[in-house]
């Protein structure tokens, strides 16, 4: 039971990484970033392209996945500049279409759909507890740097940028850059997850990076709260709590598979039902 | 006030993770003592568990879900009779959803909280490479039905599977093509899937292996409907022979249909995929000189006539993917008769695999290669005007 555990753990703080690091862009800044689980996967091909390929150490390849995101999260955001709320959403939902046309097609990198089998953990941290460990550091940073920065005056301009764009910029609030920052930040950590889930998991292919995590990640900033790291990481937690409950539920063979997905469903609907904020959260979606 | 609030709820999870990873420390070093592995050569009392992993929701589950019908289907036939000398199978389902970390947390799952030694798999690539990560250092055997990602050959000891690798087929049609249809030029089209990639390379590869030029080598990705522009590059580089790989049969009569409005003139070579008999009789004109490379499902040998009989009998209708739901008929019963033999010991189970000679399966006479993947004779059908002839087994 235990080791199944870890296993779960392990992915909560991977996709408390993801989540936190979403809401910055989503539920501070206000930018719905669809296009972040491609940032996702292109930090985990990095990382397992370097390691596998090119024989980098982990500690390098971890950093240029984090700054090889953060780069592409900081181009991301420029054209939030002239496409706002839903239009951004399209495009980035397009920037994930994207990303995964790239990992199926870029075949001599990514050995397309076959996928990246082979990825070490790094030393040290090879046993599933210890890179329980490793990864719940990780989470650790990401919540206290994020939590610094969105209680810093520069997140609350952010906020600002959320709930009245033209206000914070009258203000002389530089919104452009402060999107960028933002942008740049979310795609550094959601880069450091990818990095964490490829080493984890230790197999990557195109569908790892595809709906499926999406879902899950938006799942889970939306019932934790939109602006509120603490909702975010809560919302990871009650998502693969329900989902991974279910698996001990028993049902009849032939029904196990829709039913888990039917009875997921509703709990997501009943929490949105009484909490349309989600649990903890702090602002609204418009 | 709020800070501290931070602080404390920190410390709680910290004290939480490291509690449950000092109390899981012992975890690891379970696999199969020496005074177990004596008493393992006997079925211990009870019925016999054995874990079951699936697509069984999403785009997989049109294969997932006839191969679950198909597991169960031998599952209930061998308890109806009796069981496993004497002991009933059951089977603990989880659903992979055709990811690798969902394959992933299912293969835990099973073998961490149902402490499953045996996990039979009729899943895609992705999630049982992900699975034969976890299963191998457990000690747990990964029998799989469907995954035919050259990958999996080398992904383990304990690691089997009863359909063979993608890297066979493509090398049988490749020769077959080359060696007895004397084609100097070959081409491909295939879908951006593991299954069809996996066809493609061992296809490109035993081609120039066997002396012949691959002119042409396009591929599609899922979904794509029009395939004019990769038809006209292939044209132009006039192959001898094409071969149509898609990862579903209705893309691959789209295709088929393209390359005839487009006059396209060659020795047409199909996956498995396309030889559904329905699809065939539906599309009688486009499949009016085609060859394919399958593994024998030949209705005349009475293990296979029994397994098309019952799956009528009980799902009242013929199954979906033959040759694949045939091979995950096969594993329970090949795992059976292993468990009559040797036990359920999964050491001295692996070694009887590997040492079993033509085993008289559904799926055709099966024995393993030294990597767990097995020696199944390979047919060539020949479709003339969707009438299917067998030219015989091929060894290429």
Redesign the interface.
């Known amino acids: 039971m235990f080791p199944f555990l870890i296993y779960i753990l392990t992915l909560v703080c991977i996709y408390a990484i993801i989540v936190m690091s979403l809401n910055l862009a989503m539920g501070y800044t206000g930018l719905v970033n669809f296009g972040h689980i491609g940032l996702f996967g292109i930090g985990a091909y990095t990382s397992a392209i370097l390691t596998t390929k090119f024989d980098w150490p982990f500690v390098f390849a971890i950093l240029s996945a984090g700054i090889l995101c953060a780069i592409i999260g900081a181009l991301l955001s420029i054209p939030s500049r002239k496409i706002k709320d839903d239009y951004f959403a399209l495009l980035t939902l397009g920037f994930l279409f994207v990303t995964g046309a790239i990992f199926i097609n870029w075949t001599d990198m990514t050995r397309g759909t076959l996928g990246i089998r082979g990825i070490l953990r790094p030393e040290g941290f090879t046993e599933p507890n210890s890179f329980l460990i490793l990864t719940f550091i990780a989470a650790l940073v990401t919540f206290f740097i994020l939590e610094k920065v969105t209680k810093s005056p520069f997140g609350r301009v952010l906020e600002a940028i959320r709930d009245d764009e033209l206000v914070a910029e009258s203000l002389g609030k530089n919104i452009d850059r402060a999107k960028m920052t933002a942008m740049t930040l979310s795609g550094f950590f959601v880069g450091i997850a990818g990095v964490l889930m490829a080493h984890f998991i230790r197999f990557i292919n195109p569908a790892s990076f595809w709906l499926d995590p999406l879902v899950v990640a938006l799942a889970a900033v939306v019932i934790g709260g939109l602006a509120s790291l603490r909702g975010s990481i809560l919302g990871v937690v009650i998502v693969f709590a329900v989902s991974e409950s279910l698996r001990f539920l028993s049902l009849p063979s032939t029904m196990i598979g829709p039913m888990r997905v039917i009875l997921f469903m509703i709990v997501l609907l009943v929490v949105i039902l009484f909490r349309p904020k989600g649990i903890i959260g702090r602002a609204d979606l418009d | 006030m709020k800070s501290n609030n931070?602080i404390l709820?920190?410390i709680a999870?910290?004290i939480v993770?490291l509690g449950?990873?000092y109390?899981?420390?012992p975890?690891?070093e379970a696999p199969v003592s020496p005074a177990e592995e004596k008493a393992a050569v006997e079925i211990p009392d009870g019925p016999i568990v054995l874990g079951?992993m699936d697509t069984?929701?999403?785009e997989g589950?049109v294969y997932?879900i006839p191969l679950?019908n198909a597991t169960?289907l031998a599952v209930n036939e061998i308890n109806a009779a009796g069981g496993v000398d004497g002991h009933q199978l059951q089977?603990v389902?989880?659903?992979s959803?055709?990811?690798?970390?969902?394959g992933?947390?299912a293969a835990?799952?099973l073998?961490?909280?149902d402490k499953i030694s045996y996990i039979v798999s009729g899943d895609?690539?992705?999630a049982a490479?992900?699975a034969a990560?976890l299963t191998e250092p457990a000690g747990v055997m990964l029998f799989s039905a469907a995954a035919s990602?050259p990958?999996l050959t080398t992904?383990g000891d304990l690691v089997f599977r009863s359909y063979p690798s993608d890297a066979m087929a493509g090398r049988v049609i490749a020769s077959y093509v080359i060696k007895q249809l004397s084609a100097k030029k070959v081409a491909v089209i295939s879908e951006?899937?593991?299954y069809?990639?996996?066809l493609r390379?061992s296809f490109t590869t035993a081609s120039k292996e066997f002396g012949a030029e691959v002119v042409g080598d396009e591929?599609y990705?899922t979904g794509d409907t029009d395939f004019r522009t990769q038809i006209l590059k292939l044209k132009s580089a006039s192959p001898d022979s094409l071969y149509v790989v898609p990862q579903t049969p209705v893309t691959g009569v789209q295709i088929l249909k393209q390359l005839k409005e487009n006059g396209f003139k060659a020795v047409i070579l199909v996956s498995d995929t396309m030889l559904g008999s329905d699809t065939i009789s539906e599309n009688k004109a486009l499949y009016a000189d085609v060859y394919s490379p399958t593994p024998e499902l030949d209705a005349s040998r009475p293990v296979t006539k029994r397994f098309l009989e019952n799956f009528q009998g009980a799902y009242d209708h013929a199954p979906e993917f033959p040759a694949y739901m045939a091979a995950a008929y096969d594993q329970i019963y090949m795992l059976k008769d292993a468990f009559e033999k040797v036990g359920t010991d999964q050491k001295a189970v692996r070694d009887w695999l590997y040492e079993v000679e033509n085993w008289p399966g559904a799926l055709g006479d099966t024995s393993f290669d030294e990597f767990g993947d097995p020696i199944i004779g390979y047919h060539i059908k020949h479709i003339v005007n969707g009438e299917q002839q067998d030219l015989g087994a091929y060894t290429p």
């Open positions: 931070a709820w920190v999870i910290v993770v449950i990873v109390f899981s420390k975890a690891p079951a069984l929701t999403g589950a997932g679950q169960m089977l389902w989880e659903d959803k055709c990811n690798p970390q969902d992933g947390a835990q799952k073998i961490e909280v895609c690539s992705g490479l992900a990560a990602s990958d992904a951006q899937t593991d069809a990639q996996g390379g591929t990705n």
